[in-house]
């Protein structure tokens, strides 16, 4: 089993429409999470990182952590196309590792 | 957010040659560093772990002869690809951490091997 596993995508939304992004990881003790965006051919840019179980809200952007389904995932209200990228999700594992998932590709059609 | 450069942007280098990435923690002072690799269309994959003054701790599969990394002080991280092969061509990324706080992610070097 890998350790951080996302949907693999491509992902496709209309414009304004919500996102939904899913990653699920293997080691229970895990403490952190993030997610972060990447552009093609850029580096990856942090947009969110939860602890807690239960939501964290940042503008358009909701990370959703279940610690007891070790789940976690990311909407995006109102998409734009500027919002079309790889999102990798990312966990500091209990061992104070940062594991990255495979990426999920999401395209906003105008 | 905290900024991490990385130099050069890009390389292109003869099979056989030796090549050195810098990075740097510019407005905070880095407890720990990570080197990660990127192939194209796939995610990051964690090379190497350093703190500084201590030797680095490298992944499984990954050849710390031939990756050297250097983490001589709190803001400057280096790795230096030796005896370079077409193989070793992907986007080198560094990541800095002060203390246990999140990570942040350099811009990335370009390694192409001819």
């Known amino acids: 089993q890998k350790e951080v596993e996302q949907n693999s995508g491509p992902l496709s939304v209309p414009e304004g429409a919500i996102a939904s992004l899913n990653c699920t990881y293997s080691?229970?003790?895990?403490?952190?999470f993030f997610w972060y965006r990447q552009y093609s051919g850029k580096s990856p840019e942090l947009i969110m990182f939860i602890y807690s179980n239960g939501d964290k809200e940042d503008g358009r952007f909701t990370a959703q952590l279940n610690k007891a389904s070790q789940y976690v995932s990311l909407l995006i209200r109102d998409s734009q196309p500027s919002d079309s990228a790889t999102y990798l999700c990312a966990v500091k594992t209990s061992y104070d590792k940062v594991i990255f998932g495979p990426g999920t590709s999401l395209s906003v059609i105008p | 957010g905290a900024v991490v450069s990385q130099h050069p942007s890009w390389v292109i280098c003869k099979s056989g040659t030796s090549v050195k990435i810098e990075c740097r923690s510019l407005?905070?002072?880095?407890?720990?560093m990570f080197w990660y690799r990127q192939f194209p269309k796939q995610s990051l994959m964690l090379m190497a772990t350093?703190?500084?003054?201590?030797?680095?701790?490298?992944e499984q599969g990954v050849e710390k002869d031939k990756f050297l990394i250097n983490h001589a002080s709190l803001t400057l991280s280096t790795l230096t690809v030796t005896s370079a092969h077409p193989e070793d061509s992907s986007f080198y990324i560094c990541?800095?951490?002060?203390?246990?706080?999140?990570?942040?992610f350099g811009p990335g070097t370009r390694l192409t091997v001819l």
């Open positions: 350093s703190n500084e003054g201590s030797k680095a701790t490298y």
């Open positions: 990541s800095a951490r002060q203390f246990y706080n999140e990570q942040f």
């Open positions: 407005d905070f002072q880095a407890t720990t």
């Open positions: 080691d229970r003790g895990s403490q952190s």
